[in-house]
């Protein structure tokens, strides 16, 4: 039996306004319409990324049995697709050595992270928060460190933060399973500090595994911590969000961390348009892949 039209309507509102609340929230006061957009991205978001990249891997294992070396994660070589996505957004060339795709699972990563006691952070966590999404994300967001709300679940952004991420990824036309999301650390630093140089530094090379395992088409990367640590950059986020950088390959969108958006809601009409950009990009490259 079909559906009656005018309850698909009264349907369709609804959606329409729950869609407006989020972006209200975010402080978005004028939108494109974004039904046939949506429908591309959500397609391309779980099919499986074309790119491959040959990899020559090299053993340098400074951290420890169980860390992949960062080294063996890059290539040599651009990948093909790369180039013809860059020359949509010029002057984004991407600087070697690139990521290369790696044959781990993100199952194989979390079980080598295991009940990890390789940096300090073990000690006052309650679980190890690994990254959480789909292992096919054309959009990965990072973020620094769990909160309490993901130390207790064991999963990242579940908290208030991660709520409005949930609303920020809504806002750009995807949902939350569309993507993959994770943190620098994996563990709960002891009053919320942030985490030392060298607790990154020991925790990173998990995430770049994941990096080389998905291939993202883009990292957002969410905060100063984050941004400094994945990208070794000096720049505060203040100074270098909204610009497209480059880390070996992968475009990455450097802007505000959720959590500071609770605490300066002015910060969210700046976040919204950097992730317009991402959108945006993400837009170009489905169309681009279509024909
Ligand atoms: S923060 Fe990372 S390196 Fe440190 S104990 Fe947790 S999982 Fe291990």
Same mark, same amino acid.
């Given at each position: 039996?079909?559906?009656?039209?005018?309850?698909?309507?009264?349907?369709?509102?609804?959606?329409?306004?729950?869609?407006?609340?989020?972006?209200?929230?975010?402080?978005?006061?004028?939108?494109?319409?974004?039904?046939?957009?949506?429908?591309?991205?959500?397609?391309?978001?779980?099919?499986?990324?074309?790119?491959?990249?040959?990899?020559?891997?090299?053993?340098? #294992? @400074?951290?420890? /049995? $169980?860390?992949?070396? !960062?080294? =063996?994660?890059?290539? &040599?070589?651009?990948?093909?697709?790369?180039?013809?996505?860059?020359?949509?957004?010029?002057?984004?060339?991407?600087?070697?050595?690139?990521?290369?795709?790696?044959?781990?699972?993100?199952?194989?990563?979390?079980?080598?992270?295991?009940?990890?006691?390789?940096?300090?952070?073990?000690?006052?966590?309650?679980?190890?928060?690994?990254?959480?999404?789909?292992?096919?994300?054309?959009?990965?967001?990072?973020?620094?460190?769990?909160?309490?709300?993901?130390?207790?679940?064991?999963?990242?952004?579940?908290?208030?933060?991660?709520?409005?991420?949930?609303?920020?990824?809504?806002?750009?036309?995807?949902?939350?399973?569309?993507?993959?999301?994770?943190?620098?650390?994996?563990?709960? #630093? @002891?009053?919320? /500090? $942030?985490?030392?140089? !060298?607790? =990154?530094?020991?925790? &990173?090379?998990?995430?770049?595994?994941?990096?080389?395992?998905?291939?993202?088409?883009?990292?957002?990367?969410?905060?100063?911590?984050?941004?400094?640590?994945?990208?070794?950059?000096?720049?505060?986020?203040?100074?270098?969000?909204?610009?497209?950088?480059?880390?070996?390959?992968?475009?990455?969108?450097?802007?505000?961390?959720?959590?500071?958006?609770?605490?300066?809601?002015?910060?969210?009409?700046?976040?919204?348009?950097?992730?317009?950009?991402?959108?945006?990009?993400?837009?170009?490259?489905?169309?681009?892949?279509?024909?």
């Amino acid at each position: 039996m079909g559906t009656n039209p005018k309850d698909e309507i009264l349907a369709l509102l609804g959606e329409s306004a729950e869609h407006a609340r989020y972006l209200g929230e975010l402080g978005v006061e004028t939108v494109a319409l974004t039904t046939e957009r949506t429908a591309v991205a959500a397609t391309a978001a779980l099919s499986p990324l074309a790119n491959d990249t040959s990899s020559e891997r090299k053993g340098n #294992p @400074p951290l420890g /049995r $169980q860390l992949a070396p !960062e080294s =063996a994660l890059f290539a &040599r070589e651009p990948p093909a697709q790369l180039a013809s996505q860059d020359s949509l957004f010029t002057g984004l060339a991407p600087a070697k050595p690139l990521f290369a795709r790696s044959t781990e699972t993100l199952e194989n990563i979390w079980s080598d992270i295991g009940d990890c006691t390789r940096c300090g952070l073990c000690e006052g966590r309650t679980q190890v928060v690994n990254t959480h999404g789909n292992p096919k994300a054309r959009l990965m967001f990072v973020g620094e460190a769990p909160g309490a709300d993901e130390d207790a679940q064991g999963k990242p952004f579940v908290g208030r933060a991660g709520q409005l991420l949930t609303r920020m990824i809504e806002a750009m036309g995807m949902k939350r399973e569309d993507v993959i999301i994770g943190n620098v650390n994996r563990c709960r #630093p @002891p009053g919320n /500090r $942030q985490p030392t140089l !060298e607790e =990154a530094a020991i925790c &990173r090379p998990f995430l770049f595994r994941e990096i080389a395992a998905v291939q993202p088409e883009i990292i957002v990367v969410m905060g100063n911590t984050a941004l400094r640590n994945l990208l070794e950059v000096r720049e505060g986020i203040t100074r270098v969000r909204g610009q497209f950088q480059d880390f070996r390959g992968i475009k990455v969108m450097p802007t505000f961390h959720p959590a500071y958006l609770l605490r300066d809601p002015s910060k969210k009409r700046e976040t919204w348009e950097d992730l317009k950009k991402v959108r945006d990009y993400l837009d170009s490259t489905a169309r681009s892949a279509s024909q």
